[in-house]
């Protein structure tokens, strides 16, 4: 195991945050890329931590961990993720959301429009929006799990499968070059029908999720119009996203130039 000081602050930063950008280390860390990198390096050939694209994380968080702990990893990212999207809303559209840390986020963003109409399964999103704003907020039903609030299993797939909107926004749980994956047979499903049922089908992820493998298989990129994310994907996923026509929305103009940095 690793002893020094900066290797410590890592795993410090690991543990309250759950999964970090490098950049983001070496900015936390006051340290170049080039430093962090070679300080990462023992922490992975150790298994303290594992390195995903372009970022780390503890071994723990590599399936998903309980709803309130995903709220807190990569949280600015995510919420710069949720306005990008939500400045794409109009006053009165129509929007179906499934549960999802960046889903909750963009409901926050969202306080602000009006006579918004929401479809959705997470009670999360459903208390935000419900009652302000002359919002209309419709919530589908079914068991509700007890980490996230929300519903699922074929009732709830069957009532949002009545509705035709705007945009259907769904989180993921791994985004890499052969489609969109998450962990959870019954998400996956669930986010499945969420997407075809909108004019405009948004995925948004931060950029830890690129690269990895999850579970099953939520649909293929030619199924989605965009992807919102912080920073550009590695080169083979991007190249299947162009080929499939998905657009790219990044959250941020300023991290284009960061992102390359990243992913090389």
Request: hydrophobic share 40%; net charge neutral; proline share 2%.
């Amino acid at each position: 195991m690793a002893t020094s000081k900066r290797h410590r602050d890592i795993l410090r930063l690991l543990e309250r945050d759950g999964t970090v950008a490098i950049a983001d280390l070496a900015r936390r860390l006051n340290v170049s890329l080039e430093t962090v990198r070679r300080d990462v390096k023992p922490l992975v050939g150790d298994g303290s931590v594992i390195k995903i694209h372009g970022a780390v994380c503890l071994p723990s968080v590599v399936g998903e961990a309980p709803f309130e702990k995903r709220m807190r990893e990569n949280s600015e990212a995510k919420k710069d993720i949720a306005g990008a999207v939500a400045r794409s809303i109009r006053d009165g559209d129509s929007i179906m959301m499934d549960t999802g840390t960046t889903t909750s986020f963009l409901a926050r963003e969202l306080l602000g429009h009006r006579r918004l109409t929401v479809v959705t399964n997470s009670s999360d999103i459903a208390r935000t929006l419900a009652t302000v704003n002359g919002n209309k907020v419709y919530m589908a039903g079914g068991e509700l799990r007890s980490d996230n609030g929300a519903a699922f299993g074929a009732t709830a797939i069957e009532f949002v499968s009545r509705f035709s909107v705007t945009h259907a926004v769904i989180s993921t749980g791994a985004v890499n070059i052969d489609g969109v994956w998450d962990y959870d047979l019954e998400e996956a499903e669930f986010a499945r029908m969420v997407v075809s049922r909108g004019k405009r089908g948004v995925v948004v992820t931060d950029h830890s999720k690129f690269g990895r493998q999850g579970l099953v298989k939520v649909c293929d990129f030619p199924r989605v119009t965009e992807l919102a994310t912080d920073f550009a994907p590695p080169e083979d996923i991007a190249r299947v996203l162009e080929a499939a026509g998905v657009e790219l929305m990044l959250s941020s103009v300023s991290q284009r130039g960061a992102a390359a940095e990243v992913i090389s």
